[in-house]
């Protein structure tokens, strides 16, 4: 494996997955998609994640857009490619084919199925394992509530140095800048990339606690990225500032849309047809989507301008 000079540090959003009104993949949105966010001036992409409705594709679909991923964003950026499933054999099979398409990083959670099928430490220190081996490339960690999977600060130490190409980690659980803070603290180098999540809504209070990266949605990472760079280049207070002027929208993003709140706004600017979900996601309210728009309209991200 050949490692970066430098840790990948910055804002490295998530591609949402563009569909079609019958909701079959639109391949062509999804290319525009890709290229609208690598003219966002991103740090890196992360795909099939969660923001891009994973758990709603085929296997055969992510191997599509894998591929279509990969060939748009060529050498732009650091893509990053989710592979979390419970199975070990099936998440080092597409970490394998991810590394082999090109993939400098692969994220997954711990090993859950539903909310009672979960493995044990032991069992998810041989699940990273066999990951590492297959890809051979740097492993994030993905610490997030939608696996109901606790993973302790000791127990990330303990995984990062029986596993050592895991050095990554996206803290988005409750506290999540105490937690970062305290893994920093105990984990030393082998932390090379704290990283936070949910659309950046505890973004001041985790670059506070020493994130150097933040894994947001598509819908303004262009906005976004410039309150990383501040405060990592030691301005804090323009950091807090931008931050104030984005915070009504990053909160109606995390709390009223979710991962609906990009496919909306990107169509609103001409970057994809549909923001069509799959069921049993819901669709937005015509109420929540007006509001959404009127905020971001006042923001002004490329994507909601990018195609017009």
């Known amino acids: 494996m050949t490692e970066t000079a430098q840790p990948y540090k910055g804002i490295f959003p998530i591609a949402p997955v563009a569909f079609d009104q019958t909701g079959a993949l639109d391949l062509e949105g999804n290319r525009r998609i890709l290229r609208c966010m690598i003219d966002q001036g991103l740090d890196g992409i992360c795909i099939l994640a969660n923001y891009s409705e994973q758990f709603l594709l085929s296997d055969d679909e992510r191997d599509t ?13 650091p893509v ?12 080092a099979q597409r970490a394998r084919r991810a590394a082999a ?21 032991r069992g998810t220190i ?33 995984l990062g140095r029986e596993v050592p190409l895991v050095n990554y980690f996206k803290i988005e659980v409750p506290g999540a800048a105490q937690k970062l803070r305290a893994l920093i603290e105990a984990g030393g180098a082998q932390v090379k990339g704290p990283f936070d999540g949910e659309e950046g809504i505890t973004l001041m209070a985790d670059l506070e606690a020493g994130a150097t990266g933040t894994m947001t949605s598509a819908l303004m990472p262009d906005l976004i990225r410039p309150i990383v760079m501040d405060y990592l280049g030691g301005d804090r207070e323009r950091a807090r500032r931008r931050y104030g002027q984005l915070l009504p929208l990053i909160n109606f993003e995390n709390r009223q849309c979710g991962l609906r709140a990009a496919k909306s706004v990107m169509m609103a600017g001409g970057v994809i047809k549909s923001d069509f979900v799959r069921h049993p996601l819901e ?7 007006r509001q959404l728009l009127e905020l971001a309209g006042e923001a002004q991200p490329l994507a909601l301008k990018w195609g017009l």
Request: glycine content about 6%.
């Open 126 to 158: 041989e699940h990273f394992s066999a990951v590492a081996e297959a890809a051979d490339v740097p492993l994030m960690v993905q610490d997030a509530p939608l696996s109901g999977v606790t993973l302790t600060v000791p127990f990330l130490v303990q």
């Open 283 to 289: 669709p937005l309210h015509d109420s929540t989507r």
């Open 101 to 121: 398409a090109g993939a400098r990083m692969v994220m997954l959670m711990p090993p859950y199925h539903g909310v009672g099928l979960r493995a044990g430490e």
């Open 80 to 91: 990053i490619v989710t592979c979390s499933r419970f199975s070990t054999q099936i998440v």
């Open 65 to 77: 857009l894998l591929d279509l991923s990969m060939e748009t964003v060529g050498d732009a950026v």
